[in-house]
């Protein structure tokens, strides 16, 4: 397969785990016969400061013209700090989803069992806890109108009948293909939008007679999450709901390091780590490289390279069951290794299985 891929690296340890992520989906190429082509572009702090834009015009060509997008993270405490600043890294990712039209965002909570003791969930709820949050990524009050005054600020958490259908649909399908069981989170007792998104599923259920629907507002489902995550199978949530939630839920896997993520829509698909830039940490080759790898075994899997996908997967297992692992996931007498030689270890494995 030929496959052209736009690498956006971004801010703080950004570049050090994509080149991580490049490095494995070479050797993942090299190994299979796969022709790949990669083609870096500017977004976040790193493009304000070269160019005065979080999302060039230059970087979304980039994008429309590569079969995916590699992402890696944006942000920056300089603007963080900045309440004033007119033009943020985070408007980089946000123009990138909607200039896409990346509507949805696929996020599986998954565990590792050697892990399980990192999650600060007791042992026996989150062994065996497989879950899928699907947020809507390009609606809601992220983009809904806003007003900004020195006395007055809103944001409006809108959303259309097409738009809550084409989300669902995606839950749905994941459902199929998963344990059937679809949990719509919203906040219908109190908002009407997500009365909208509620009646629009109370349609759409009795399509999809194999799959149980069930709904359940936010705050308790945050609740649910840590106190049965296991109950959970696909869940499918609006766009600001879904970013608070998958937070929490990186948590139940012990580090957020490890979670990948995927975001598809109109446009050419983007796969990214759920984490950040953590710029504190930029520089010092400590940031784990896993959750972008796994971003690569996402990227694959999309274009139905399964093979490929699963290696990839089973290489990450076998680095953290080996103790080959960053220091926030390291055991106490663990050596040190960096996202470099995480990274190389990975590769390294890949060629030989
Ligand atoms: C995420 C991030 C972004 C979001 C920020 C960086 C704009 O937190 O991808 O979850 O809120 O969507
Ligand atoms: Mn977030």
Known sequence: MNLKIAVLAGDGIGPEISEQGVNVLTAVAEKFGHNVSYKSALCGAAAIDAVGDPFPEETFLTCQEADAVLFSAVGDPKFDNNPSATVRPEQGLLAMRKKLGLFANIRPVQTFDCLIHKSPLKDELVRGADFICIRELTGGMYFGEKHEGDDMAYDTNCYTRPEVERILKVGYEYALRRRRHLTVVDKANVLAS??????????????????????????????????????????????????????????????????????????????????????????????????????VAMLLEYFNLSTEGALVREAVDASLQANVRTPEIQVADGARYGTKEVGEWIVDYIRKH
């Open 194 to 295: 997500s009365r909208l998104w509620r009646k629009v599923a109370q349609e759409m259920a009795p399509l999809y007679p194999d799959v149980t629907t069930d709904f359940m507002y936010v705050d308790n489902a945050s609740m649910r999450m840590i106190q049965e995550p296991r109950f959970f199978d696909v869940m499918v949530t609006e766009n600001t709901f879904g970013d608070i939630l998958t937070d929490e839920g990186s948590c139940i896997s012990g580090s957020m390091g490890l979670l990948p993520s995927a975001s598809t829509g109109t446009g050419t698909p983007v796969f990214e780590p759920i984490h950040g830039s953590w710029p504190q940490a930029k520089g010092l080759n400590i940031a784990n490289p896993l959750a972008q790898i796994l971003s």
